[in-house]
Structure formats: C-alpha cells, structure tokens
C-alpha cells in the first residue's frame, strides 16, 4: 500500500460525457501527479500540482483537467469523453516539488469509455 | 513521446535465473529511476540512480548506469515467481522539468 488513494476504483461511462477522478497522496505528499496507461500510448504523464499550484503540463487534452485543494487531494476532470480516452489513470505524489525523488502511485482507476 | 525504450519487451525465466533489462533513453537526464507494475495495478518504485552514479544495489536488485551511451539495466537475482510483473524505466531530466518521462517496459515472467 502506497499511502496514494484514488477513487472511483472502476469508471464506466459514454461518448461525451463529464467524470471526475479523485486523489489523496500521502500523508505529507505536497506533488500530485496524473498518468494516463494505455495500451497504445503507454504510460503518459499529464500534469503536476505542487502545494496547490501547476508545476507542469504534460501530454494533457484541453478536455481534461485537474486541480489540487488546500488539504492537497487533487481532482482530474475529463470532458467530452471519447472512445479513445478509455484508459487507467494513475495519480502519484511526492515530498519534493522535482523529480528528484521516486514517486508514490495509487492503484488507478479503469476508465472506460463507452 | 517515450523516453526511455526497454529491451526485450518480454522476457520468460525460471525460478532461481538472474533477470537482466535494459533501457536506453534519449536527452540527459537528472536521474533514472525504475518501477515494477503488477498487472492491472499502481506502479511501485524500485530504485533511482542519479547521473552522476554508475552503479547502485538495493536487496536483489541492481542497476547500473552508462550516460556515455544514454542506457541503464536493471538485474533482479535470483528471481521468484513474485517477481512475475512488467518493469518500466523513467528518467527525469531535472531543472524545471518535474515530470517523469516512461518507456513502455519489459514484461517479466519468472517460472515457478
């Protein structure tokens, strides 16, 4: 166990619609990260808070987005769903603010998109 | 875009055999780190080296790193069937850069 949570477990849904990941890191964790795993794509890095604040934007659609709250749980939110978004979304934290440390990933959540 | 590329995509061991992977990657980097992913499930850090470090141990895993040739390997001994799982290298390119850059792992099957 990572200390990372993530809900919902497994997301279902249909072409263009609106979902909402959430994500607690650990206890102490200031960076939130967001992946996305595919088959095709592999694991991408989408986009980086730290203490509340965007550190840095990776392969992120203009459909999604995300957010980091005062008590440090992020929110990724994927818009106008598409086939193609179905995918597992991983969030990850760190202590640090670079990548000068390992990560800690929570277990994911299946997003499928119907 | 992938970073790091592992080689061979899949490797098939028995019980006991030394495991050896490889990843090779493409701009400088500040570190190179390794992750295992048990189907289907959250990513686990195994090791980080920096580039200033040739070669570091931790238990039955050993990496070493080359950035004359932009390459690393990881060896897991005397693997278990445990060990069964996909490992991915990712580098950080360190400065402003915070994200970690995947390569699209090797699959791991160790024969009980």
């Known amino acids: 166990d990572s200390g990372v949570t993530q809900t919902p477990k497994h997301l279902i849904t249909a072409t263009g619609q609106r979902v909402t990941l959430r994500c607690s890191p ?55 769903l598409e086939l193609g978004d179905s995918a597992l979304y991983f969030c990850a934290s ?6 000068s440390l390992g990560q800690y990933f929570g277990p994911g959540t299946r997003l499928t998109v119907l | 875009s992938q970073q790091g590329e592992e080689d061979p995509q899949a490797l098939s061991i028995q019980e006991g055999e030394n495991a050896t992977m490889n990843c090779s990657y493409k701009t400088s980097i500040n570190n ?7 189907s289907g499930r959250g990513l686990v850090h195994l090791i980080l080296i920096r580039s200033n470090e040739r070669e570091k141990h931790s238990g039955r895993l050993r990496v070493t790193l080359d950035t004359s040739k932009k390459s690393s390997s990881l060896l897991i001994t005397a693997s278990r069937a445990a060990d069964t799982a996909s490992y991915f290298c990712a580098t950080n390119s360190g400065g ?8 699209k792992g090797t699959l791991l099957t160790v024969n009980p």
């Open chain 2, 96 to 103: 402003s850069n915070y994200k970690l850059t995947f390569g």
């Open chain 1, 26 to 80: 650990r206890s102490g964790d200031l960076s939130v990260y967001w992946y996305q795993q595919s088959l095709d794509q592999g694991l991408q890095f989408l986009i980086q808070y730290y203490n509340g604040e965007e550190r840095a934007k990776g392969n992120i659609l203009e459909r999604f987005s995300a957010q980091q709250f005062p008590d440090l749980h992020s929110e990724l939110n994927l818009s106008s």
């Open chain 2, 32 to 38: 190179l780190q390794w992750y295992r992913q048990n």
């Open chain 1, 94 to 99: 760190s202590v640090g603010s670079g990548g």
